[in-house]
């Protein structure tokens, strides 16, 4: 399925909207480093793959952009493990 996930660079956010609910990857950049603070998914969304794709938007971006990823969030550092290709974003 593809998702049209939202970036709201202003409140450092990506979000995504499903049957009038909001799943969101928070983040704070800071000299080129984004770092992942919070993964939400209301729990009447989860189990549908929305954090994944949340968080490989959020990578994707960071690739683009040439920033180094600090995953402090749980979830975003438990992704970049089981997806070794977004390994490099690593500082």
């Known amino acids: 399925m ?3 996930i939202q970036h709201d660079r202003d409140e450092q ?3 995504y909207l499903e049957d009038g609910l909001r799943s969101i990857i928070d983040y704070e950049l800071r000299d080129q480093v ?4 919070h993964t939400v998914v ?5 189990g549908r793959g929305i954090a994944a794709d949340l968080t ?5 971006t ?3 952009n040439d920033w180094k990823v600090v995953p ?4 975003a550092e438990a992704y970049i493990k089981r ?8 500082p």
């Open 83 to 90: 997806h070794p290709e977004f390994a490099n974003l690593l």
């Open 72 to 75: 402090a969030c749980s979830y």
């Open 2 to 4: 593809h998702r049209t």
């Open 56 to 60: 490989r938007h959020a990578l994707q």
């Open 34 to 37: 984004m770092t992942i603070t």
């Open 42 to 46: 209301p729990s009447a969304l989860e």
């Open 62 to 64: 960071a690739q683009k």
């Open 13 to 15: 956010q990506f979000f």
